[in-house]
């Protein structure tokens, strides 16, 4: 069955530090994959798409078919991306999200 | 891009009673979808919402309890039955455009049934 898995519910980073949000997938087929960002009291948007393999917000992501994986990065991360952040499997004609990570960056 | 509009943005409702949440899109999509939300938790897609045809169903929930219509590209409503304590959540309504997976969601409806 098709299941996204995002092992952090969690995650607290200082300002300025690395921060990788784990996203790990389960798909036989050719996925798409996607992240997407919910500031506090905003709707949920899209971030990333992993097909256009662009830099958003100094975001990155690499789909990693090996590893199943779809990890969101950054290399220095700043306050403004606290947020909850959810990865997506898109298939057959809808998606799946993981359970999200709420990532807070203290200054 | 598209801008997605929702109707209540909530409510409180009783038991047994009904609610349609409204959806309207500003521009002509291919897709929308309707998911729940339990606060701080994922997304749970309810169903796709077609355009002049029956909505296509998740498992697990069916239309006698979320009948869906959607009479044109940009509008749908969803109506949660008969209601119960157990749905009280966040429905989120989406659409999509270039494909079905890049989604745009509306604000959601938090509904809470006392």
């Known amino acids: 069955a098709q299941r996204v898995t995002q092992p952090e519910k969690l995650l607290s980073v200082f300002k300025g530090a690395p921060v990788e949000l784990k996203c790990n997938y389960s798909?036989?087929?050719?996925?798409?994959l996607f992240w997407y960002v919910q500031y506090s009291r905003q709707r949920l948007q899209l971030l990333l798409r992993h097909i256009s393999r662009e830099s958003i917000k100094g975001f990155t992501a690499d789909l990693n078919k090996g590893e199943t994986s779809f990890h969101l990065k950054k290399p220095f991360a700043q306050e403004e991306d606290s947020a909850m952040y959810y990865c997506a499997l898109g298939y057959a004609g809808k998606s799946t999200f993981g359970d999200g990570t709420t990532l807070t960056v203290k200054p | 891009s598209a801008v997605i509009s929702q109707k209540p943005s909530r409510d409180i409702c009783q038991r047994g009673t009904s609610l349609t949440i409204q959806c309207q899109v500003d521009?002509?999509?291919?897709?929308m979808f309707w998911y729940r939300q339990q606060p701080g938790q994922s997304l749970t897609l309810i169903a796709t919402a077609n355009q002049g045809s029956e909505a296509t169903y998740e498992s697990g929930f069916v239309i006698d309890k979320f009948p869906i219509s959607r009479p044109n590209l940009t509008f749908s409503t969803l109506t949660v039955s008969n209601m119960s304590p157990e749905d009280s959540s966040i429905y989120l309504c989406s659409a999509a455009r270039d494909g079905p997976y890049e989604q745009y969601f509306g604000p959601g409806t938090r509904l809470t049934v006392t």
């Open positions: 798909y036989s087929g050719s996925p798409e």
């Open positions: 521009s002509q999509v291919t897709m």
